[in-house]
């Protein structure tokens, strides 16, 4: 949407908006707000407004929200007399200057970036989650809503209402969930959105998180994004899809035939680099127990046919040509995530090295044992993340400083750790 400043003053005192929150996404890819009254919202459009941004690390004092003026929207489960609305900001320092820490605004030039070379990209996901019951204090339990499994309706599938509420709020919201259903674990959900604009899909995954939990909360349920929250069960994953233009032309195709050169580069360039990106996909140590479970990827491979691999190519019919990243979960900071893929597949192309899309195939029922595994834990992932010379190239200094440091917080907290599930469940579960 585009709307002036002007405009934006206006809608606010037309209807009743009494509440504007200041939004934006921490290093671990939990959405953080400020919210202000409307009589301070042109301020917030000129000047910024200031917060207290130690909590980024040591050496951040203030930083400014600046709202985006295009990302307006009216939060639908909040009341209609004295309505609240949200912005994505900026994250400026106090002088004005950009701040380098800024994630959403490092994906934003990114993308710019890659316009003047001549490609445009679509990202879209797919992202699970679990629906829990409380207890009798309102506290989550780990008791699933429902005993559904894959594809299933009611009566079996419990979770048909709240997934149905949560559509409708999105859509509300100018959002664009594309499909639901009931996924193979007990209470466990999906919603697929359509493909967007990379840094306006960021920002329909991020705010996501939040409209499930919240209308979670209003029909007396629980909902976790955790990557594992049931021993034994599915995990939740984040699919993550993408379509490629080269001058107007897609790169990718539904076979190898259809493929283009740069399309199997690009492939090649993701596969490459996914060992020392997987940190930034899988970023807790929850996530490592999900991996080659169920239909959850554990090794470096790709197909056409099957959906266990790290990256599916899916037949296309009428819809733009699309590969998707199978292996990360809605625990990663998705405008960190989404750079990394795009740069690893641009340096495939830069390289003009599609080796990699015929050596990693991987065909049904073959053992896997000869294709290089995943990461296998939070340790060895971030290892190979800081020792990454295409990591350190692609996210700014004071991004990977953030991102390392609550990595090592978590890693210390879980070593120390005499129940480790514990201290996942204290850690992930009910924040997440």
């Not at 009743?16 to 939990?30: E, M, Q």
């Not at 445009?120 to 797919?126: A, E």
């Not at 309102?138 to 299933?152: E, M, R």
Request: charged share 25%; net charge negative.
């Amino acid at each position: 949407m585009s709307f002036s400043p002007k405009e934006i003053l206006h809608f606010v005192e037309e209807n009743d908006v009494k509440f504007i929150r200041l939004t934006f996404c921490d290093v671990s890819g939990s959405l953080k707000n400020i919210a202000i009254m409307p009589n301070e919202l042109e301020h917030a459009f000129t000047s910024g407004i200031p917060f207290d941004a130690s909590y980024f690390g040591e050496d951040c004092s203030d930083l400014l929200l600046v709202p985006d003026i295009s990302t307006l929207s009216v939060l639908p489960w909040r009341p209609k007399s004295g309505r609240v609305v949200r912005f994505f900001c900026s994250l400026k320092n106090p002088d004005g200057s950009d701040y380098s820490g800024d994630m959403r605004s490092d994906l934003t030039e990114y993308i710019n970036s890659l316009r003047l070379d001549g490609f445009s990209c679509k990202m879209g996901t797919k992202c699970e989650f679990y629906l829990f019951e409380l207890d009798a204090e309102g506290a989550p339990t780990k008791i699933p809503h429902d005993h559904g499994s894959y594809l299933d309706v009611a009566p079996l599938d419990k979770c048909e209402n709240p997934r149905r509420e949560i559509c409708l709020s999105l859509e509300e919201m100018g959002l664009s969930p594309k499909s639901s259903c009931h996924k193979h674990g007990p209470g466990q959900n999906e919603i697929e959105f359509r493909e967007n604009e990379p840094v306006t899909a960021a920002d329909d995954m991020v705010h996501y998180k939040t409209v499930v939990k919240s209308i979670a909360a209003q029909n007396g349920l629980f909902a976790s994004f955790m990557p594992l929250p049931l021993s034994g069960e599915h995990g939740s994953a984040l699919n993550i899809s993408l379509s490629v233009k080269k001058n107007g032309e897609f790169i990718f195709g539904s076979s190898q035939e259809e493929m283009s050169f740069e399309g199997k580069c690009f492939i090649s360039g993701v596969l490459r680099r996914i060992p020392e990106m997987t940190a930034f996909l899988n970023s807790t140590t929850n996530s490592y127990k999900r991996l080659g479970k169920g239909f959850a990827p554990r090794y470096v491979n790709w197909s056409f046919e099957n959906r266990g691999q790290l990256i599916r190519i899916p037949m296309v019919s009428g819809g733009a040509p699309r590969i998707e990243i199978r292996s990360a979960d809605a625990c990663c900071n998705p405008y960190v995530a989404f750079k990394l893929i795009l740069a690893a597949g641009m340096e495939g192309i830069r390289s003009g090295d599609c080796s990699l899309l015929d050596g990693t195939r991987k065909q049904k029922g073959s053992s896997g044992a000869e294709f290089a595994p995943l990461p296998s834990s939070l340790k060895e992932a971030s290892d190979l993340a800081r020792s990454s010379s295409f990591v350190c190239q692609v996210l700014p200094e004071e991004i990977r400083k953030s991102f390392f440091a609550r990595v090592d917080e978590e890693l210390s907290g879980y070593d120390a750790a005499p129940d480790k599930e514990l201290f996942e469940e204290e850690t992930y579960f009910k924040s997440t």
